[in-house]
């Protein structure tokens, strides 16, 4: 959309209405160069993408929830860790699967929706641990910072910008976090040490939600839409936590 000073009667606010009215209804262009034909092929596949991220989303935000405020479930799992350390690491492993078999329908969407409920479970287990308003107050903020994220990235894409470049920066970034992350689980550091770890989780998955959201826009194929949700919904949940951990770390202290 091009602003015109000769159009300041409401030429704007139409072009606008036109702007948004287009992007829903998937004909508006992602990028510059793109084909008719291919954008509308890729707006199908990004709603059928953002379809299963909000099923997952949805699960996620039920069976965390049912942890955080069901005493019996809470005090369940803080009596077995044994189970919660299993249900870590559980994810892990059917990711594996997961990745072979994305295009196996309906395998794949069997292993997603174990995939989600072991997530969600171990989401859950985390916020267990802070007060309900701090989750709450950290669900808000990721919800912000998300849809902030992603208008941004389409505006961004819309507008010749490519966000390709952070993928090799970002894969170091987490690596070191996963490292550290370990550190802490036999060598708990102190609550400011934890906010600045917290941070810098944030801000590198919120980076994270950037890249990917550039990558379904542009490179994903159209068989991808497991592994683009998978994605999706790994940088927000990772986002989240690392809001709960900055607000109950500063709560701590």
């Known amino acids: 959309m091009e602003f015109k000073m000769g159009d300041f009667s409401g030429g704007v606010k139409h072009e606008r209405f036109?702007?948004?009215?287009?992007?829903?209804?998937?004909?508006?262009?992602l990028y510059p160069g793109i084909g008719a034909d291919e954008n509308t092929l890729r707006w199908g596949f990004i709603r059928k993408v953002y379809g299963i991220l909000s099923v997952q989303i949805l699960?996620?935000?039920?069976?965390?929830?049912?942890?955080?405020?069901?005493?019996?479930?809470?005090?369940?799992f803080q009596q077995t860790p044994g189970l919660v350390l299993f249900l870590a690491f559980v994810p892990l492993l059917i990711m594996c699967p997961l990745y072979a078999y994305h295009q196996s329908h309906p395998l794949n969407l069997i292993l997603l929706?174990?995939?989600?409920?072991?997530?969600?479970?171990?989401?859950?287990?985390?916020?267990?641990?802070?007060?309900?308003?701090?989750?709450?107050?950290?669900?808000?903020?990721?919800?912000i910072v998300v849809v902030s994220l992603t208008g941004y990235t389409y505006w961004a894409a819309k507008r010749g910008m490519d966000f390709n470049f952070l993928g090799p920066a970002l894969f170091t970034s987490l690596l070191v976090l996963i490292f550290f992350g370990f550190i802490?689980?036999?060598?708990?550091?102190?609550?400011?040490?934890?906010?600045?770890?917290?941070?810098?989780?944030?801000?590198?998955?919120?980076?994270?939600?950037?890249?990917?959201?550039?990558?379904?826009?542009?490179?994903?194929?159209?068989?991808?839409?497991?592994?683009?949700s998978v994605a999706l919904y790994l940088d927000i949940l990772n986002l989240f936590i690392s809001i709960l951990q900055i607000l109950n770390s500063s709560r701590s202290e």
């Not at 036109?18 to 262009?29: K, N, R, T, Y």
């Not at 699960?59 to 369940?76: C, D, H, N, P, Q």
């Open 184 to 228: 802490q689980m036999f060598f708990p550091l102190g609550s400011i040490t934890q906010t600045i770890y917290g941070g810098l989780s944030a801000l590198i998955f919120s980076m994270y939600l950037v890249y990917d959201t550039d990558q379904l826009i542009k490179r994903y194929t159209y068989d991808q839409f497991i592994l683009a």
């Open 18 to 29: 036109d702007d948004l009215e287009a992007g829903f209804g998937g004909s508006s262009m």
């Open 113 to 143: 929706g174990l995939f989600t409920a072991t997530m969600s479970l171990s989401v859950g287990i985390s916020s267990s641990m802070a007060p309900a308003p701090i989750v709450l107050e950290a669900l808000v903020l990721t919800t």
């Open 59 to 76: 699960l996620t935000t039920i069976v965390a929830g049912s942890v955080v405020y069901f005493e019996g479930l809470k005090t369940f």
